[in-house]
Nanobody, 121 residues
């Protein structure tokens, strides 16, 4: 069993900053990649940012220059630092992880429960 525990969501004023955290635990041999997705009401879930085991990152065009994804391998934790927040950033944010439970395979994709971010004055 693998669990992803998210924290850090809440209500923020436009222009504010916030950090989301996601910690993975359980039967983990290797975390190949982790990322953040978000879904606003009436819209499809979209990739916000991702990071591989080698440290490569990618971002949605809408958050480039404002959001930064980072990873603490010792803690099996991924962070999303969000700056200059806009009302259109309002969504449920989901942590995702590509995890191998052993050296021979058992590679699976896992999702966190989601955390609400609301950007409003």
């Amino acid at each position: 069993q693998v669990q992803l525990v998210e924290s850090g969501g809440g209500l923020v004023q436009p222009g504010g900053s916030l950090r989301l955290s996601c910690a993975a635990s359980g039967s983990i041999f290797k975390i190949n990649a982790m990322g953040w997705y978000r879904q606003a009401p009436g819209k499809q879930r979209e990739l916000v940012a991702g990071i591989t085991s080698g440290g490569s990152t990618n971002y949605a065009d809408s958050v480039k220059g404002r959001f930064t994804i980072s990873r603490d391998n010792a803690e099996n934790t991924v962070y999303l630092h969000m700056n200059s927040l806009k009302p259109e950033d309002t969504a449920v944010y989901y942590c995702n992880a590509d995890i191998s439970s052993s050296w021979y395979g058992s590679r699976m994709n896992y999702w966190g429960q989601g955390t609400q971010l609301t950007v409003s004055s």
